[in-house]
């Protein structure tokens, strides 16, 4: 496993001395996202406030207020000033975007390889590798020059999904879920429906009796609920952590994880009172339908959408001109080819593995069986989503290499003589 690992980190690396060359037509070239993430780092390493992220060069001289990590920054900032001091300015940003997002990809390499290798073998991991390294919307994010956030939320969201599925050291790995789920929270809002799912199917586990749910719960409930407010604290100015931002993390965000922490936890620690699942699926849900009433007065507002408080201009030009939030039947007509490219594979992973399960179910062991149920239940609820906004495939993200794995675990259990094979 270790040497498929270093393969597909070597070709990263080459990938990347591949385009330092044309690194600076690259990132004239790419999303408006990456520009405006470098720019952000200039006006940080200039002298701009840790906690002031408004972009005066939008709308000037008001500008607006970005919202954006400054953890990213900081990531960034430890490339990019260590650059500095070998190379002239230019020449550092232009090695910080290949590096980077270069960095990033190893971290996923490793993550994806070990964690479908604990699961499913090597070979299986080679072929999750292998999804990685060639579904353009998955590995595009960690190419350069990719600086903005999505590739590190995609990072935290696979970690998050890894570590419910693997078997083992649940308490450990739990809380580790609950710290990567923090800082994908407090880096960007995008990955939020893939990280409520995977407590919420750990949740039916334990209602389900299955072993190390609850202590897993324990773990990550308790990781999520110190290390959320820290991280809110940390890039919040003390004057703004009562105010009420929808696309941040905030407390209408803190808000709907405390609702999740107590709903599945309580069942957990009532253990003993709230027998069988029935009992305890309905306490979960009537946990949840009391937080969201509770929470109500902070929520509600949200409901308006991410852009409620961009200003009308911006507000119109987002709407109408970004590709990415269109859906898939009106990408038919203007984008059909972005529309194959981001669709078209996922979805073909996605069948065949069903096939796959459905013959291969009894010969799988109880862990295999958990981690392909929640890789199918990411995959599935996040097509459905993409459906409606094209953007939305990257809720795909943390279970479609180790669907991708799992097409070559079930290859190897087809006799050669077959001619299924």
């Excluded at 590096?99 to 090597?122: A, E, K, Y």
């Excluded at 956030?149 to 739990?174: D, I, S």
């Excluded at 799988?364 to 996040?382: H, K, M, N, T, W």
Aim: net charge neutral; glycine share 8%.
């Amino acid at each position: 496993i270790w040497w498929i690992c270093l393969g597909a980190i070597a070709l990263i690396l080459l990938n990347a001395a591949r385009t330092w060359p044309e690194a600076g037509s690259l990132l004239f070239l790419s999303d408006n996202d990456d520009l405006m993430r470098l720019v952000q780092v200039r006006d940080w390493l200039g002298g701009q406030d840790w906690f002031d992220t408004r972009q005066y060069r939008v709308l000037p001289p008001e500008g607006i207020s970005m919202h954006w990590s400054r953890y990213v920054d900081a990531g960034i900032a430890a490339v990019l000033v260590p650059a500095s001091w070998l190379l002239p300015m230019p020449q550092a940003e232009l090695l910080t975007v290949v590096l980077w997002p270069s960095l990033l990809g190893c971290l996923m390499v490793l993550l994806i390889g070990l964690g479908t290798n604990r699961l499913l073998g090597p070979l299986a991991a080679l072929g999750a590798l292998v999804v990685f390294l060639t579904w353009g919307k998955l590995r595009g994010e960690f190419t350069p020059p990719r600086i903005d956030h999505h590739n590190v939320q995609m990072l935290c969201a696979t970690a998050a999904f890894y570590l419910a599925a693997l078997p083992g050291r649940e308490r450990l790995f739990g809380a580790l879920a609950g710290l990567a789920t923090a800082f994908s929270l407090a880096v960007g809002l995008e990955m939020l429906p893939v990280l409520a799912l995977i407590p919420g199917y750990m949740a039916l586990r334990h209602a389900f009796d299955q072993p190390g749910a609850g202590v897993w719960l324990l773990g990550y409930g308790l990781a999520l609920s110190v290390t959320a407010p820290a991280l809110m604290a940390g890039q919040t100015p003390p004057a703004a952590w009562g105010v009420m931002h929808c696309d941040v993390l905030a407390p209408p965000v803190l808000a709907l994880a405390a609702t999740g922490i107590v709903a599945t936890l309580v069942p957990v620690l009532a253990a003993r009172v709230l027998q069988g699942p029935v009992l305890r699926i309905l306490t979960i849900v009537a946990l949840v339908v009391l937080g969201l009433w509770l929470a109500a007065p902070l929520l509600t507002p949200c409901l308006a959408g991410p852009y409620a408080d961009v200003p009308l201009e911006v507000r119109t030009l987002i709407e109408s001109r970004m590709i990415e939030a269109l859906s898939a039947r009106e990408l038919i007509g203007v984008l059909p080819d972005l529309l194959g490219r981001s669709l078209l594979p996922p979805v073909v992973i996605l069948l065949l593995a069903l096939a796959a399960a459905v013959a291969l179910w009894s010969r799988l062991d109880g862990a295999q069986r958990s981690g392909l149920a929640l890789a199918f239940l990411v995959a599935l609820s996040g097509l459905a989503v993409s459906l409606l906004q094209i953007r939305a495939t990257t809720l795909m993200v943390p279970a479609l290499p180790l669907l991708g794995g799992f097409l070559v675990h079930a290859f190897l259990q087809i006799p050669r003589s077959s001619a299924l094979r």
